[in-house]
């Protein structure tokens, strides 16, 4: 029984330090805070707005920046876009002729097809190769 009343006497002392402790550390937080918004802060953007000069949305100079590389970027980005669409062709067209080949030799191996169909299968088949080819 006393053991108890012991453990509840030194609670309180223990909070109060805790708490002091908590107070003391976020002064330390504020101090440190006021110093680097302070005039470190002001400092960078005087130095911003007197190296920079802002548009409505955009400082000039990223603007001028992004407007040039994509003067530059222009004439690459044609290319790759007609390098993609090409190669998009090509997989498509080799796609088509694989199905192809396999459409026919299912119709070659069918004794049900006629031979009105087998050639308009063959056809398919001339005209996917040569559009791979292309």
Known sequence: SSGINAEWALRPGTM?????EANETADI???VRQKLTGSSLESIKHWKN??????????KQTAAAQEGFDKVQRPWAKRFLKVEKAKKAYHLAARMLEQTKGQLDIYTRDAMTTSDALKKMKD???????????
């Open 124 to 134: 398919k088949l001339s005209k996917a190769e040569t559009e791979g080819d292309k």
């Open 16 to 20: 109060k330090n805790l708490t002091v």
């Open 29 to 31: 937080h504020l101090d």
């Open 50 to 59: 007197s190296n920079y000069q802002k548009t409505f949305v955009k400082w």
